[in-house]
C-alpha cells in the first residue's frame, strides 16, 4: 500500500533553483551533449547542478519515455504527480562516501523525484545506508519522509529513467559530466561505491577526466572489488557492488550481508583506517569480521 503521507504533488528535490531561461517549473533546459557538459562544468555548487540536471533535455528518447510514464501512471500511483525528470542526487557536500547506482527506476526516482526512492532497490540501498550509520532511517517512500544522509552522496550514472532499465552507451556518455560535476563538488570524497557493471564502465572515463591515473588494463568488475587511484586530491577508492535489483535480491545473488560488507569497507576507508589496499580484485563476498 501506497504511503499515506506521501505528498499528492511531486516536488523537487531541494536546491535553489535558477530563474530565467527555463522550463515551466524553472529549471535551465539543456537539449544537447554539448550543452549537457558546458552546464555541468560551470555548476558552482550542488544546489546549482541539481537544478541543472532537472532541466536536461539531451536524450531524445529517455525524455521521451520517462514522461509517457509520468503520464499514464501505474495505477498503484494514479492519484499521484509524477516528478517525470532527471533525477539529481542526494546527499550533503562534506560527503567522503559516493554511491552510484544505473538510473531511475520508471515508477520509483522518476514519480517521486529522488534518488533511489520509492521502489525495492531503494528499500535495500537505504537500509544498508542506515545500517552503516549513512542514514538517519532505513527507508526512503518520499521527498520529506525525514530521510537525512551523512557522509554519503548517492546519485546514478544516468539520471532519467531509461526503457526496460537499459539506456544506452551513448545516452550514458551523455550523462557522464552531471555525474563528473558532481563528484568534483565533493571535496572531501574518498571512497565510491559502485552499485552494478554499467555504473562500473560509466566510472573510469569520469575519473580519468578528472585526472585520476588509471590502471591499465582497466580492472574488472565484480562484487567487492576494490581499486585505489591517485590523483589531485590524493587518493581514491572504487568499490564495486552488485546492483540492488530485484533480479539480484530475489535470487539471492546479492545478499544484505554482501551489501553490508562493501558499505562496511567504505566506511572505513572514509575514516582513514588501514585496511588492504586496493587491487583491483575482489576482497570478499559477505560479511565481514
Given at each position: 500500500?501506497e504511503?499515506?503521507?506521501?505528498?499528492?504533488?511531486?516536488?523537487?528535490?531541494?536546491g535553489?533553483?535558477?530563474?530565467?531561461?527555463?522550463?515551466?517549473?524553472?529549471?535551465?533546459?539543456?537539449?544537447?551533449?554539448?550543452g549537457?557538459?558546458?552546464?555541468a562544468?560551470?555548476?558552482?555548487?550542488?544546489?546549482?547542478?541539481?537544478?541543472?540536471?532537472?532541466?536536461c533535455?539531451?536524450?531524445?528518447?529517455l525524455?521521451?519515455?520517462?514522461e509517457?510514464?509520468a503520464?499514464?501512471?501505474?495505477a498503484?500511483?494514479r492519484d499521484?504527480?509524477y516528478?517525470?525528470?532527471?533525477?539529481?542526487?542526494?546527499?550533503?557536500?562534506?560527503?567522503?562516501?559516493?554511491?552510484?547506482?544505473?538510473?531511475p527506476?520508471?515508477?520509483?526516482?522518476?514519480?517521486t523525484?529522488?534518488?533511489?526512492t520509492?521502489?525495492?532497490?531503494?528499500?535495500?540501498?537505504?537500509a544498508a545506508?542506515?545500517?552503516?550509520?549513512?542514514?538517519?532511517?532505513?527507508?526512503?517512500t518520499h521527498v520529506?519522509?525525514?530521510?537525512?544522509?551523512?557522509?554519503?552522496?548517492?546519485?546514478?550514472?544516468?539520471?532519467?529513467a531509461?526503457?526496460?532499465?537499459?539506456?544506452t552507451?551513448?545516452?550514458?556518455?551523455?550523462?557522464?559530466p552531471?555525474?563528473?560535476?558532481?563528484l568534483?563538488?565533493l571535496?572531501r570524497?574518498?571512497v565510491?561505491?559502485?552499485?552494478?557493471?554499467?555504473g562500473?564502465t560509466?566510472m573510469?572515463?569520469?575519473l580519468?577526466?578528472?585526472?585520476?591515473?588509471?590502471?591499465r588494463?582497466r580492472?574488472?568488475?565484480g562484487?567487492?572489488?576494490e581499486?585505489?587511484?591517485?590523483g589531485?586530491?590524493?587518493?581514491?577508492?572504487?568499490?564495486?557492488?552488485?546492483?540492488?535489483?530485484q533480479?539480484?535480491?530475489?535470487?539471492?545473488?546479492?545478499t544484505?550481508?554482501?551489501?553490508?560488507?562493501?558499505?562496511s569497507?567504505?566506511?572505513?576507508?572514509a575514516?582513514g583506517?588501514?585496511?588492504?589496499?586496493?587491487s583491483?580484485?575482489?576482497?570478499g563476498?559477505?560479511?565481514?569480521?
Open positions: 500500500m504511503d499515506a503521507a506521501a505528498p499528492r504533488h511531486s516536488r523537487a528535490p531541494g535553489t533553483l535558477q530563474r530565467g531561461r527555463g522550463d515551466a517549473q524553472g529549471f535551465p533546459v539543456t537539449r544537447t551533449a554539448a549537457v557538459a558546458r552546464s562544468r560551470a555548476a558552482r555548487d550542488l544546489a546549482v547542478l541539481d537544478a541543472r540536471v532537472s532541466g533535455r539531451a536524450c531524445p528518447r525524455v521521451s519515455w520517462r509517457e510514464v503520464r499514464v501512471r501505474r498503484s500511483f499521484q504527480d516528478w517525470g525528470r532527471p533525477v539529481p542526487g542526494l546527499g550533503p557536500a562534506d560527503a567522503r562516501i559516493a554511491v552510484v547506482g544505473l538510473a527506476a520508471a515508477h520509483g526516482g522518476n514519480r523525484g529522488r534518488v533511489f520509492g521502489d525495492r532497490s531503494g528499500d535495500w540501498i537505504f545506508l542506515w545500517r552503516a550509520g549513512l542514514a538517519s532511517q532505513p527507508t526512503s520529506g519522509d525525514g530521510l537525512e544522509l551523512t557522509g554519503v552522496r548517492v546519485a546514478a550514472a544516468v539520471r532519467c531509461p526503457p526496460d532499465n537499459a539506456p552507451p551513448a545516452e550514458r556518455d551523455t550523462c557522464n552531471w555525474l563528473a560535476r558532481e568534483a563538488l571535496p570524497l574518498r565510491v561505491v559502485v552499485l552494478g557493471g554499467f562500473w560509466a573510469w572515463p569520469v580519468a577526466g578528472a585526472g585520476y591515473a588509471l590502471p588494463p580492472p574488472a568488475f562484487h567487492g572489488a581499486v585505489t587511484l591517485s589531485p586530491r590524493g587518493e581514491l577508492t572504487v568499490l564495486g557492488s552488485y546492483h540492488v535489483s533480479q539480484n535480491t530475489f535470487t539471492g545473488r546479492l544484505e550481508p554482501m551489501l553490508d560488507a562493501v558499505l569497507r567504505a566506511t572505513e576507508l575514516a583506517e588501514a585496511g588492504q589496499p586496493g583491483g580484485h575482489p576482497v563476498g559477505g560479511p565481514r569480521p
